[in-house]
């Protein structure tokens, strides 16, 4: 279950960046484009509850930053995954 505060700060991804939020994790060749981890980031339209957590994991709840830009998110995303 996804947080109201949590739901509010994927609204402003999606606001700032264009991405959509994907709710539910797709499997196997059911949106193909989502899921090809060689897709580079710029070809992604959406993201997922797992980038957003990545994403999270570069900040303390007080310093939390909204990107205004898509790839700015997706740059955090794999700074995140390193975290």
Not at 3 to 23: P, V
């Amino acid at each position: 279950m996804i947080s109201e505060s949590d739901k509010e700060l994927i609204r402003q991804i999606e606001k700032n960046t264009g991405l959509e939020f994907l709710e539910k994790e797709m499997d196997g060749n059911l949106c193909f484009a989502q899921n090809n981890f060689d897709l580079r980031d710029e070809f992604k339209s959406g993201f997922s509850f797992s980038d957003f957590n990545y994403f999270l994991k570069n900040f303390s709840k007080k310093s939390l930053i909204i990107p205004s830009e898509a790839a700015t998110f997706w740059e955090l995303v794999e700074k995140g995954k390193n975290i």
